[in-house]
Nanobody, 115 residues
Framework: QVQLVESGGGLVQSGGTLRLSCAAS????????MKWYRQAPGKQRELVAG???????NYADSVKGRFTISRDNAKNIVYLQMNGLKAEDTAVYYC?????????WGQGTQVTVSS
């Protein structure tokens, strides 16, 4: 079965950096696009970044130039490097894959940025 396990969240000061990881299993990781979403308290879940099977990337306007998504197909891991963190980046971050007409989510990892 598909499993997505996020890690790397934590508390960081404004301007700091974090790297999130999502370990995937139960499917042919290299064949699928992977995405990072986030959900702040009282807000809807929003797409942060995505990476296709071919390595093409896309980002929300709010994180362009600060966040970088990447993948390691040998390790079945997708990363989200977050630099220049701001208070408004505070949220639970989720890894996502759409496969076989179903959405799969990890349990999420909390990122808290103190101003």
């Amino acid at each position: 079965q598909v499993q997505l396990v996020e890690s790397g969240g934590g508390l960081v000061q404004s301007g700091g950096t974090l790297r999130l990881s999502c370990a995937a299993s139960g499917f042919s990781f290299r064949l699928y696009s992977m995405k990072w979403y986030r959900q702040a308290p009282g807000k809807q879940r929003e797409l942060v970044a995505g990476v296709t099977s071919g390595g093409s990337t896309n980002y929300a306007d709010s994180v362009k130039g600060r966040f970088t998504i990447s993948r390691d197909n040998a390790k079945n891991i997708v990363y989200l490097q977050m630099n220049g963190l701001k208070a408004e980046d505070t949220a639970v971050y989720y890894c996502n894959v759409y496969r076989a007409l179903s959405e799969y989510w990890g349990q999420g990892t909390q990122v808290t940025v103190s101003s």
